[in-house]
């Protein structure tokens, strides 16, 4: 099994650029989550699903954007880059049922110039 | 509501006991642990749910005051490999889909 796979690993974007941050998970998880950290920071909360077709925010959704066309992929939308959002960015999933533990991506290594 | 976690840091020498702290201000429906390594991805340790139990993994284990809203993880007779930043994720009962991490403690744990 794969678990979760990010991709890319590693991107350095201009100020303003966009792109997509790309999450799959192979373990028919119903809950996929986009998290933020920054350098010496625990993990924020941007954008959340619950199922496939669902989304809802999270504590730091200003400036992203998700959906959720299929159980398996999860991507994440810069629409504009900013400094501020130079960050690792890691994607989780989990099944439905609050005793199940949540798995991580390795984490995508964003740095906007 | 981000959860809270204390202390912020930790060192210890090898053998030793340390206890970190996590608690909310909104009614829990579970807890999560986890413990993240430099450069690496956060990795599960345990979850507790409401109704106050505890659990056990090796020699780490936590409880979950649910009165409180309070959870606590124990690390007994501390190893090399301890050494990490640890996480608590919080859901609350108002909304228990969001999994909400606290700010974490780092523990170094020194021969």
């Known amino acids: 099994n794969a678990g979760v796979t990010q991709t890319p690993k590693f991107q350095v974007l201009k100020t303003g650029q966009s792109m997509t941050l790309q999450c799959a998970q192979d373990?028919?998880?119903?809950?996929m989550s986009w998290y933020r950290q920054d350098p010496g920071m625990g993990l924020r909360l941007i954008h959340y699903?619950?199922?496939?077709?669902?989304?809802d925010q999270g504590e730091v959704p200003n400036g992203y954007n998700v959906s959720r066309s299929t159980t398996e992929d999860f991507p994440l939308r810069l629409l504009s880059a900013a400094p501020s959002q130079t960050s690792v960015y890691f994607c989780?999933?989990?099944?439905?049922?609050?005793?199940?533990?949540?798995?991580f991506g390795d984490g995508t290594r964003l740095s906007i110039l | 509501q981000q959860p809270v976690q204390s202390p912020q840091a930790v060192i210890l020498r090898e053998g030793e006991d340390a206890v970190i702290n996590c608690s909310s201000s909104?009614?829990?429906?579970?807890v999560h642990w986890y413990r993240q390594k430099h450069g690496e991805a956060p990795v599960f340790l345990m979850i507790?749910?409401?109704?106050?139990e505890q659990k056990g993994h090796e020699k780490i284990s936590a409880s979950f005051n649910e009165k409180k809203q309070q959870s606590s993880l124990y690390l007994t007779a501390s190893q090399l490999s301890y050494s990490g930043t640890y996480f608590c994720?919080?859901?609350?009962?108002?909304?228990?889909?969001?999994?909400?991490f606290g700010s974490g403690t780092r523990l170094l744990v020194r021969p």
């Open positions: 989780a999933s989990r099944t439905g049922g609050s005793n199940q533990p949540q798995h």
């Open positions: 373990m028919n998880h119903e809950y």
């Open positions: 699903s619950v199922g496939a077709g669902i989304t």
């Open positions: 909104k009614a829990l429906y579970s």
């Open positions: 507790l749910l409401k109704g106050g």
């Open positions: 994720g919080t859901e609350s009962l108002d909304s228990s889909y969001k999994l909400i």
